[in-house]
């Protein structure tokens, strides 16, 4: 979607171009969010980032928007501002919980060394290649569960699966992905 | 250094690592979202009326007064009803709680009843399948297809429901055409018993053991049912307090199905169910006499199916073989697999170590050189926080070995004045198998369990027989044995006793005695010429100990395996051998070892 685009559509219904961007948007928005917040929001914290981000596009769209762009690049920096201004907010405050998975994470991934000079960059690189690997349903369940921190209910929605089969499938894939990440030398 | 789960890796990521979780974003629902743009358009609304404010007072404009917010007047009502909805679901929940356990017998008792037409008789059938057989063995295949996937399994079940152990051979050939990373086949073959969960990876030559918690059932549950249908031991994904139900345990629920009729599976009548909801529908089928699933089909809202289960192949109880955990240790030790351990904290041999699947009298000869063997000496490498445990030496001995130790002993502590065996007093039960594994029940009747390992410590110069007996992999105590106790520690403060009167000397059977009387008798009975030139080509040796049997297995010249099963007890010996035709095990004959004995 284009900034000329959301101005027509603007003209049209405000509304009806706020419903539209949600709707595209919402998704990538979360993800972004997410990434920055997961560490130290809650679901909450998260849910009230999103809709900061989508009040300052909607602002964004009143007064400012007539590119040729696509405006994803736009809604990633502004998504990637606001959630890093809530890190800091939420960092600052004592005492703060996540909530974690009903499942038994922590029986499934220990933890791990990593060397602070290690490129975070790369290694995130390395295991989001071999999570790959592992093919569908398996990286798609591996992400959700382990990163999304999502239950084996709410996945087996998205994966079209009884959330057993997800659990099933989720202790065997994680067993192969030990097997490949030790391969390229990272031990968990 | 510093330690973190691998996943905290992923956050702050930049650009392209980005987009790739965006795509495996778990997706947000219209509610979701339009929640989201409630909440968005609120503070938009407010940034738009807190700038305008600042360009009235830029302009000089002032707005007086308070906005009067009007509550809806659905609020109260609302708020009330969902009050009530939490409080009703508290109630329901402790009436639910408080009944938990009182409609067991009543459960069982209809097991008996029509399951074709009777759904309290179905659900109670099915939710204890497990103790309407004793093993099963059976094979099965899976099918996940999607628009743009699709993955079949090959699964190998062999499970012993009264010993509680699972044996399951899994190959998984997938296709994905926009992934080709992905495609190929895997190939994991799992082991569950006791508290360890063994996994080897022919693929990739290792195997790897996993400690679990003490609750078979509740540690293996994700396993025990095959990739998520419940197949043989649905009795944990039952316990309503489980916080994994799935829409598969169509029974537990019966107001969300039906019975639809019947259907043969595998030569065995079944029981079909169907339920249906917005988002799937589900057609399970379930054994008419043992409750256990034997196929189910998932389908989506538009009728395509999405996952398929079927058993292509059942068989239960005398017809089933389920691999021993001395037969599985012998697979790995023959293939020569490595121990795998990737955190490299502990030492793999450490953590993979197999006693507790039982300790072979023998090696396993024929990948002997490739890998080393695991004996009864305790002189192996043991975790680095034993610092109690004496050192024990292995000597190799005919005359002491686990048939002796085999049985039940009375643990005896001091009252703290006089020793053991003055006046002892009762600190529970041991017994000990002759699989080498022991089960102590205490004087509370809590159970633990572990391995017992024999060998000789050397005291003033004599070889003491040693008997030591280990949790997981850690010592726990041991004593020395002489005949009819095990003495722990020098100053009689504590020592095993036989329990009274149930000694096994008197009517069990060695397994050195069994196999030199199913020798005797193979010597007999086969013609040994050919070994003459090739003694490798004809052999005896011992396979699996049970509780109650001894396997030992004879090779001809031909390389056909001749089975002999020895009760421990009365001595009868079935054989067993394989129909070349049909390649089934067929009982070909039986005999008494006592007359084979002393020969």
Redesign the interface.
Known sequence: MTGKELSEMMKDSV?GC??AL??EY???V???V???L??CGTKEDI??C??????DI??KC?FDISSENDIKSLI?TIASRTAIDRFRSLSARANHMTETD??D?GEL????????HVD??E???V??DKI??????D??II??K???N???K?????V??????????C??AI??L??K??EVG??? | ??????????????D???E???S?????S?EE?D???D???R??NM??RDMNKNVQRENGITVSGVERVKRPAWIKPFTMAASFVLVAGMVVGTVALMNKGKSGSSDTDKIAADVFNDKDALKALCSDAPSHYDKLEASCTIS?T?D??SITENEKVEYNSKEKYLFMD?RED?K?PY?P???GE?Y?IHYLYKNKST?I?PD?N?Y?VDTLNNDWDYDNY??I??????FFDPKP?FDPDT???????SLLNKDEWSITGTETICGRECVAVSQESD??KLNDYFDSETGVLLKSV?E?VNNNE??VFEVTDIKYNEEAHVTAPLEFRKMIEEAGYEP?Y???SVDPKVACNLDFLGIPNQPFTTAAGKKEVVTTTTTAAEPEDITTEPVTTETPSDDYDIDDVVGQWEYQISDGTHTAGENPVYNGVITIYPTAIYEYTDVNGNVTEGTVRLGYEEIAGSQLPKVDFYESTAWSFGGYYNGDEINIGNGGMSRLVRSNGTTSTSTYIAGDDAFDAVSNYCHKKYDWSAAKENPDIMYVTKGNVTDTEYEILFRSYTGAFVYFYVNNQSGNCRIMEENPITNEMEETGTINIFDYMNE
């Open positions: 509304s706020h419903r949600v709707r919402g998704r990538y979360y993800a972004i997410y990434n920055k997961r560490g849910e009230e999103v809709s900061d981000v989508f009040a909607f602002m009143e990633s009903e499942d994470m991934v220990s933890d791990f060394s990593v060397d602070e975070r960059s290694l995130r690189r295991l989001l790959d690997e592992l093919g569908e349903p990286s798609t992400i959700q382990f990163y999304y999502r239950n084996s709410e996945i087996a929605k998205s079209s699966m009884t959330d057993v089969a997800v659990r099933a499938r202790s065997r067993s192969k030990r097997a990440l030790v990272i031990a968990i | 250094m510093k330690k973190e789960n691998l996943f905290d890796i992923l956050e702050k990521a930049e392209e690592s980005m790739r979780l965006v495996k974003c778990p997706e947000i219209d979202l929640k989201i743009l909440m968005s358009e503070k938009f940034k738009k996940y999607r743009d996937l899994e997938h994905e992934n990373e992905a495609d895997t994991f996994t990876s990739w290792w790897e994700s396993l049912d095959v990739n998520g249908q419940p994904i916080t994994y139900l799935s829409s598969s345990q988002a799937y998932y989506d999405q996952t795998f990737p955190d490299g």
